[in-house]
Nanobody, 116 residues
Framework: QVQLVESGGGLVKPGGPLRLSCAAS????????MGWYRQAPGKQRELVAS???????NYTDSVKGRFTISRDNAKNTVTLQMSSLRPEDTAIYYC??????????WGQGTQVTVSS
């Protein structure tokens, strides 16, 4: 009965910011690494940011310097602060475990559309 609920997406102009939130339930949240993934039409889902249980972060090259992942273990939430958004950032964004072997069922995701 694990549930992952993403929110915060929307339509934004190039260069603008968005903050995505993920609420996790049914897991021992504070002991697992979490990540944000995205999937654009016709492309495979990719991991763009991750954060370990201890707070260590990692980013794919295309978002380094623009995205910041954080977590609040007390609230079982993970956030993705995005800035300087580009049209190529357009995708459905999902949160999940950062370790492939530990992935839970995917949530619905939240749509981010970057367009002028």
């Amino acid at each position: 009965q694990v549930q992952l609920v993403e929110s915060g997406g929307g339509l934004v102009k190039p260069g603008g910011p968005l903050r995505l939130s993920c609420a996790a339930s049914g897991t021992i949240f504070r002991f697992v690494g979490m990540g944000w993934y995205r999937q654009a039409p016709g492309k495979q889902r990719e991991l763009v940011a991750s954060i370990t249980s201890g707070g260590r972060t990692n980013y794919t090259d295309s978002v380094k310097g623009r995205f910041t992942i954080s977590r609040d273990n007390a609230k079982n939430t993970v956030t993705l602060q995005m800035s300087s958004l580009r049209p190529e950032d357009t995708a459905i964004y999902y949160c999940n475990r950062a370790t492939m072997s530990a992935l839970r069922p995917w949530g619905q995701g939240t749509q981010v559309t970057v367009s002028s």
